[in-house]
């Protein structure tokens, strides 16, 4: 019964992501919560995702491939929607872009080490990053519709720059790793 459920989260984060694209499209602040309230749809399907495919022993190889993809996806597509959007401006594009860059620095580096039989698992710091990263694209995603005493926009712009700089570190620690056996 649950033999493909964690690969059936994965795929409902990736059906989510255009439903938060269309999200942006509609008018007042009705579309902030409806945006917000597919990507916590999302970012939910991301923690259970992980956590059923480890409690029933289901780790598949297309789980594997399509996690990270998902991941990817809907955090690439609403960092690019917030900015396209202008909830994420000014100096906070570039940690954005940090955030961004990393993403896909980490993948190239996955699939090149995937091709030499190396595996990178996930550190615990970069569990937390993306914790503070999910948190930080949901308050941006609330944004102006927050009730005044929640200053969604402050909270989600200095959490995104916490996980900005916890992804420059990991980063590095993942490009560490990886350069050891690039060298051999």
């Known amino acids: 019964m649950f033999s493909t459920f964690p690969n059936t989260l994965t ?14 499209y509609i008018e007042g602040h009705i579309g902030n919560w409806i945006g917000f309230s597919f990507y916590f749809l999302a ?3 991301d923690f259970f995702d992980g956590y059923f495919a480890r409690k029933l022993n289901q780790n598949s ?13 809907l955090v690439a597509t609403t960092i690019l929607m917030l900015v396209a959007f202008d909830r994420i401006h000014d100096y906070s594009i570039l940690a954005a872009v940090v955030i961004l860059c990393r993403e896909f620095a980490v993948s190239g ?20 990053k993306t914790t503070l990263q999910m948190f930080a694209l949901g308050f941006l995603l609330v944004g102006e519709a927050s009730p005044e005493a ?10 995104l720059w916490i996980a900005a700089i ?11 790793a990886g350069l050891k056996h690039m060298e051999e």
């Not at 580096?109 to 937390?128: C, G, M, Q």
Request: aromatic share 12%; net charge positive.
């Open 11 to 24: 795929s409902s984060r990736i059906i989510l992501v255009p439903f938060i694209i269309g999200s942006f």
């Open 43 to 45: 970012s939910i399907t």
């Open 61 to 73: 190889k297309l789980g594997k491939f399509m996690d990270p993809i998902a991941d990817k996806l």
């Open 109 to 128: 580096l996955r699939e090149f080490l995937a091709d030499l039989k190396v595996s990178v698992p996930v550190t615990f710091l970069a569990k937390w």
């Open 150 to 159: 929640i200053p969604s926009i402050l909270i989600g712009t200095i959490l």
């Open 166 to 176: 916890l992804t420059i570190y990991t980063g590095w620690d993942y490009l560490r």
